[in-house]
């Protein structure tokens, strides 16, 4: 067998052949400049062969560089799937609805990244329920009430508490329940605003604005179109930004609330625990 030149030193050629600069092919690896030069200087030593032009500013890979940078190239990216292929998946999908994505956890998923840079986070929003088997999906974050069946582990994210919310200009229009009847009532796919009237006492047909997502009725509300009826943690934000006020003290407090789910045997037991943990510790 042929004697191999030792592994730091082919490191060393291959970056500086990738970025035609010792100093940058240093920074990649982790070394000095003087270490990088010196490395390869063993190689072309060892080689009889001159691998690189030394040039004012940079270098320049001779015939005989550019030959031998070439399968070397290919050898460690080789090496590089290798390692790959038998390191952890470090990646967990989630799956949520859109409205939750956008309204709560978009805006805060950059946190898990600066804890987590090596998880990769892949956000499944659809509004049909994910399929933990066939979909590829870690835990899922959903409204509903529990159980959630037996292979499956719910833990409450947070409860259920409807507010009214509109812009701060027409909230001033609004001072009690009865003067709901004189807004344009924004509704969604819960259709909870009938039973919010009944609670607060107001009879009467209301006019309705219709939305298939919750995060449409919130839109609407932030453009002046209407009041909207919203679970509180989704308007959190436009509520501390002013954007949205609540005008009546009333609330409509339900059993719909908002789980974290998963088997109770998953693919990813740590990332799922990991993840788990985080949204936990955001509410």
Not at 67 to 77: N, V
């Amino acid at each position: 067998m042929v004697a191999l030149p030792p592994l730091n030193a082919l490191r060393a050629f291959e970056a500086s052949a990738r970025h035609l600069n010792f100093r940058l092919a240093a920074e990649e690896l982790g070394v000095t400049q003087g270490a990088v030069a010196q490395q390869v200087r063993g190689l072309e030593a060892r080689l009889d062969e001159v691998l690189f032009d030394r040039l004012p500013r940079g270098l320049r890979l001779t015939e005989s560089g550019r030959r031998f940078h070439a399968p070397l190239r290919r050898a460690f990216r080789l090496i590089e799937e290798a390692v790959e292929d038998l390191s952890p998946d470090r990646r967990i999908t989630l799956s949520v609805t859109p409205s939750f994505a956008s309204k709560w956890l978009v805006p805060r998923l950059s946190s898990f990244t600066e804890v987590y840079p090596d998880i990769s986070v892949q956000v499944d929003a659809r509004e049909r329920l994910a399929d933990f088997k066939s979909d590829g999906v870690d835990l899922a974050v959903r409204q509903g009430r529990a159980p959630f069946g037996s292979e499956l582990e719910a833990v409450p994210l947070f409860s259920t508490e409807f507010i009214p919310v509109c812009t701060p200009a027409m909230a001033g229009e609004v001072s009690t329940p009865s003067d709901l009847m004189k807004q344009v009532l924004l509704n969604d796919t819960h259709g909870l605003w009938p039973l919010f009237l009944e609670r607060v006492g107001v009879s009467g047909k209301p006019r309705m604005m219709s939305f298939s997502q919750t995060s449409l009725a919130i839109d609407a509300a932030v453009s002046g179109q209407g009041i909207a009826l919203a679970n509180a943690p989704l308007v959190a934000q436009e509520v501390a930004s002013g954007r949205l006020v609540q005008p009546l003290a009333d609330v409509l407090v339900e059993d719909l609330g908002f789980y974290v789910v998963a088997p109770r045997k998953p693919r990813q037991p740590q990332l799922v625990e990991i993840m788990r943990d985080w949204l936990l510790s955001q509410v």
